[in-house]
């Protein structure tokens, strides 16, 4: 099983940036796609970004297109949510998910994913 633990989350004003990091341990980094998720108070928790397991393949919730970029680094078994222009209603906590091994397409679904880490709070506000 893939062990996933998310750092970078803090608190922010509007317009500021964060880089969320998410790495993991246990199984091969590169063998399945991977993908970040939030959660904000009584919210359901969302699909924000995905990544294949080659990395050349990205997909984005319309929200935050244009202002996050999701990358991975497998040589580090790391990825990555660069966060830019930060917005108070992107306030939520922050999950890195992975798939099952061998499935190395992007998916938004949370039932796709086998592995979660923990999160890590980001608050943006004035």
């Known amino acids: 099983q893939v062990h996933l633990e998310e750092s970078g989350g803090g608190l922010v004003q509007p317009g500021d940036s964060l880089r969320l990091s998410c790495k993991a341990s246990?199984?091969?980094?590169?063998?399945?796609?991977l993908g970040w998720f939030r959660q904000a108070p009584g919210k359901e928790r969302e699909f924000v970004a995905g990544?294949?397991?080659?990395?050349?393949?990205?997909l984005y919730v319309d929200s935050v297109k244009g202002r996050f970029t999701i990358s991975r680094d497998n040589a580090k078994n790391t990825m990555y949510l660069q966060m830019n222009n930060l917005r108070p209603e992107d306030t939520a906590v922050y999950y890195c998910?992975?798939?099952?091994?061998?499935?190395?397409?992007?998916?938004?679904?949370?039932?796709?994913?086998?592995?979660w880490g923990q999160g890590t709070q980001v608050t943006v506000s004035s």
């Open positions: 246990g199984r091969s980094f590169d063998s399945y796609a």
């Open positions: 998910a992975a798939r099952d091994v061998g499935r190395i397409l992007i998916s938004e679904d949370t039932n796709d994913f086998r592995s």
């Open positions: 990544i294949s397991w080659s990395g050349d393949n990205t």
